[in-house]
C-alpha cells in the first residue's frame, strides 16, 4: 500500500472511531436518563423458557413475577437469554421496572443497561488507537 492509501485509511479508522465514541456517550446519557426513574424489586423466577437462536442452537430466557410498590404482581419473561441457564424455577432474582409503566421490566443486569454503550465505547477507542498507530508511522 502506498502512503496515500495508509493516510486515508488511517482517518477512516479515526472519524470512524470518535463517531462510535460519541454514539457510546450518547448511549449511556440516554440509559441513565431512561432508568434514572426505575424502581429496583425482588423478583421470583416463574419458569424458564427455551427459544431457537438457530440451528440445534438454544437460549434459555428466565420468566419472572414481582410486585410493584403500589402491590400489583407483573410477570414478564427477559428479554436477556443465557446458555447455559442461568437461572432456575423459584430463584430469587433483582428486577428493575418503570412505575409509570410496570411491564416495561428487566432483570437487574449490568449487561441489559450497559452493553451498547460499552461495546461502542470499545470500539470507537481501538478504531481510534489503530487508526493513530497509522497515522503515526506514516
Partial sequence: MNNGLFFILGNLLVVSGVLLLLGGVFAWLRAQRKYS???????VVTSVVSHSIGAANFHFYPVVEFRTKAGKIISF???????????????TVSVWYDPADPGRAMLDLA??????????????????????IILSVM
Fill in 77 to 91: 419473561e427477559s428479554e436477556l437469554g443465557f446458555y447455559p441457564a442461568k437461572h432456575k424455577p423459584g430463584q
Fill in 37 to 43: 426513574a426505575w424502581i429496583s424489586e425482588d423478583g
Fill in 111 to 132: 449487561a441489559a443497561k450497559w452493553t451498547t454503550p460499552l461495546a461502542l465505547g470499545v470500539f470507537g477507542a481501538i478504531a481510534v488507537l489503530i487508526g493513530g
